[in-house]
Each structure stands twice: as structure tokens, then as C-alpha cells.
């Protein structure tokens, strides 16, 4: 596609619900991040994707976050029983390729904006 | 380990000042990319403009300029003549090209708002 697409762009849920989010990179991109960006702070690193493997998960919080992702396309995220300090933005970005050069320009999406109640 | 700071959380201007969002780093690798995005209210961070550490040569792109100094580990923008629209939250971001993954770690934003 032409961005990166998010989806649900808002998502409520309840204490204890999972939720899943979901992220298409641009067409032909390589790489993909995960980044959370709690209300009104920076963006914290979550997982970062080289095709279909994590070679870093460093970022996700516990146990109850995982990410996948298929092929070189869709990737999800996974909260399960979501708790309230959750609620955050959850962005994704793209990236031709996460090669050696660190040169790359991250392309974001316009993330999925999670409260649980 | 490495940090961006931004220490200015947020700055309030009148249309047509200048604006200077501090950024300073700290890395223990010498080869690195410095980063600056913007982020308008509608949520999508948008890329400005990308630095290599071998290139400490300042940038001026239209109202925007960058001055890189790597003896104080620091990359400041400025925002020329301020225009309503750009009111938005700026983000230094860092990446070591060793780095496992190849992730940017980010300031913590500083919130530029322009009243007319």
C-alpha cells in the first residue's frame, strides 16, 4: 500500500479483555516496529521484525504482549489481559530493510489509540 | 546503552518567532544516525531529516535548519519565521548502526505550539 495502515484506529476495552492490533507495512518492506507511546510521553521501543522473525522482542513489557508477523506483510499484536497502565498508543512503522547501515528511514503508521477501562 | 534527551517538554511561540527544540544523546558507539520526526495532531509521525555521525555538517532546508555538534553530543532544529502549522510534537530519535535491530530510541518529544 502507499503507508502503513493501522487497524482498529481506537480500540476500548475492559480490564482482563485481549485485544489484538494490526499492522500492514508498505508493500516490499522488510523490517517492522512495534512502538508504544503512552499519553503525552516518547515512543518506547516494543519488537522489531526482519521478514517473519524477532531477532529483538527486548521491548515487549511481560508476558502478556506477543507479536507476529506473516511473511513480509500483516503483523499483530497481541495484549492479553489487558490492564489499564495498557492504554497507550500503539504505533507501527516500516522500513525498506534493517540492514547494517542503520540508514533507514522508518515510515509510521497512524497507530491504534488502546484505553482499557 | 543509549539515550535522547529533550529536555524542553514544551515551548509556546507567536507566529513568525524562532523556535530551537534541544536534542542531546548519549552513545558509547562512534558510528550512529540522528533522527528528527514530527508528530501534528493527527498522530502520524512524519520523518524531517536524518544524520550520520561522520557528517557534522549543518543543514538548512527552507524554514527548517539542524546544527549538529558531535563534541557536546547534540542535535538541535530550529524552526524559522513559526507558522501555525507547525505546531506539533518534534522527536529526536537515535539509532547505533551495531545496534541489535536496528531500533530508534527516541526523546521524549517536546510539544512546539504556535499561536497566530
Known amino acids: 500500500g502507499a503507508g502503513v495502515s493501522q487497524s482498529p484506529s481506537n480500540k476500548v476495552t475492559e480490564k482482563g479483555k485481549d485485544v489484538e492490533l494490526r499492522c500492514d507495512p508498505i508493500s516490499g518492506h522488510t523490517a517492522l516496529y512495534w512502538y508504544r507511546q503512552r499519553l503525552g510521553q516518547g515512543l518506547e521501543f516494543l519488537i522489531y521484525?526482519?521478514?517473519?522473525?524477532?531477532?529483538?522482542k527486548s521491548g515487549l513489557p511481560s508476558d502478556r504482549f506477543s507479536a507476529e508477523r506473516t511473511g513480509e506483510s500483516v503483523s499483530t499484536l497481541t495484549i492479553q489481559r489487558t490492564q489499564q497502565e495498557d492504554s497507550a498508543v500503539y504505533l507501527c512503522?516500516?522500513?525498506?530493510?534493517?540492514?547494517?547501515?542503520?540508514?533507514?528511514?522508518?515510515?509510521f503508521g497512524a497507530g491504534s489509540r488502546l484505553t482499557v477501562l | 546503552a543509549q539515550k535522547v534527551t529533550q529536555a524542553q517538554t514544551e515551548i509556546s511561540v507567536v507566529e513568525k518567532e524562532d523556535v530551537t527544540l534541544d536534542c542531546v544523546y548519549e552513545?558509547?558507539?562512534?558510528?550512529?544516525?540522528l533522527f528528527w520526526y514530527k508528530q501534528p495532531p493527527s498522530g502520524e509521525l512524519v520523518f524531517l531529516i536524518r544524520r550520520n555521525s561522520f557528517d557534522e555538517q549543518n543543514e538548512i532546508s527552507g524554514r527548517y535548519s539542524w546544527n549538529f555538534q558531535k563534541s557536546t553530543s547534540s542535535f538541535n532544529f530550529t524552526i524559522t519565521a513559526s507558522q501555525v502549522v507547525d505546531s506539533a510534537v518534534y522527536f529526536c530519535?537515535?539509532?547505533?548502526?551495531?545496534?541489535?535491530?536496528?531500533?530508534?530510541?527516541f526523546g521524549g518529544g517536546t510539544r512546539v505550539l504556535v499561536k497566530p
Open positions: 552513545t558509547r558507539d562512534t558510528t550512529y544516525y
Open positions: 512503522a516500516s522500513s525498506p530493510t534493517s540492514g547494517p547501515s542503520g540508514a533507514n528511514v522508518l515510515t
Open positions: 521484525f526482519q521478514g517473519n522473525s524477532a531477532p529483538d
Open positions: 530519535a537515535l539509532r547505533n548502526i551495531k545496534a541489535a535491530g536496528n531500533k530508534l530510541t
